[in-house]
Nanobody
Framework: VQLVESGGGLVQPGGSLRLSCAAS????????MKWHRQAPGKERELVAIATGVGGTTTYADSMKGRFTISRDNAKNTVYLQMNSLKPEDTGVYYC?????????WGQGTQVTVSS
C-alpha cells in the first residue's frame, strides 16, 4: 500500500488549496479514504472521510462547509478541497486507509495559512 499526498503550500487566510492523495497497492474503490491533519503541538485529528462504496462523505465539525472530500476511483485518488482557510488550519495533512486490519499513511503535505 502506498499513499502519496501533494498540493500543500503557503496560502493567505481566506484562500483555497486542493490536496491530492494518489493511492496504490489495494483495490481503491472498495475502501474508505480519510484525510487527517496534525497542527503544530497538537494530536492528529480526523478531517474528512469518503466511503468506498457509495462515496458518502463525513466531516469534522470545524471543517463543515469549508472543506470538501472527493474521490476519483478511476484515478485511485482522493482529494481535499479546502476553502476559506484560516490560520488554525495550518498543519500537515495526511491521507489514510485501513487495509487488511492495518492503518496506512502517506508522508503528509504541509499546509500553512498565513498572511
Amino acid at each position: 500500500v502506498q499513499l502519496v499526498e501533494s498540493g500543500g503550500g503557503l496560502v493567505q487566510p481566506g484562500g483555497s488549496l486542493r490536496l491530492s492523495c494518489a493511492a496504490s497497492g489495494f483495490t481503491f474503490r472498495y475502501y474508505n479514504m480519510k484525510w487527517h491533519r496534525q497542527a503544530p503541538g497538537k494530536e492528529r485529528e480526523l478531517v474528512a472521510i469518503a466511503t468506498g462504496v457509495g462515496g458518502t462523505t463525513t466531516y469534522a465539525d470545524s471543517m463543515k462547509g469549508r472543506f470538501t472530500i472527493s474521490r476519483d476511483n478511476a484515478k485511485n485518488t482522493v482529494y481535499l478541497q479546502m476553502n476559506s482557510l484560516k490560520p488554525e488550519d495550518t498543519g500537515v495533512y495526511y491521507c489514510n486507509v485501513r487495509y487488511g486490519g492495518n492503518d496506512y499513511w502517506g508522508q503528509g503535505t504541509q499546509v500553512t495559512v498565513s498572511s
